[in-house]
């Protein structure tokens, strides 16, 4: 299995649709074959910070979340509400 944990943040006044884009992947993402978790956060002291922990059971089943349609919307999203870029971390779970 994989493990993946997003940071990201919104600029300023964009925490609203960012928050908005990032909920509107969950559904389709948790439906995808390979999924195991997909679990948002937002940080309580720091509004517009996000984290998300996503559980795969292949690197293959990754690797195709990320070709998904929704997914690339997202990335375009990104390029206009983020402050800053995403980190993405790929774990691996023992």
């Known amino acids: ?3 993946v944990i997003a940071a990201f943040s919104a600029k300023p006044g964009k925490e609203d649709a960012l928050r908005k884009a990032t ?3 969950v ?3 948790r439906a995808e074959s390979g999924c195991v978790q997909f679990v948002v956060h937002e940080d309580l ?3 517009g ?3 998300i922990r996503e ?3 292949s690197q293959e089943d990754l690797d195709k979340h990320f070709q998904m349609p929704y997914l690339q919307n997202l990335v375009e999203l990104h390029k206009e509400l983020l402050a800053g870029e995403l980190k993405l971390h790929q774990l691996k779970v023992y």
Do not use: G
């Open 27 to 29: 559904e389709p993402t």
């Open 23 to 25: 909920l509107d992947v």
């Open 45 to 47: 002291n720091q509004p």
């Open 49 to 51: 910070a996000f984290f």
């Open 55 to 57: 559980t795969w059971k």
């Open 1 to 3: 299995m994989i493990e």
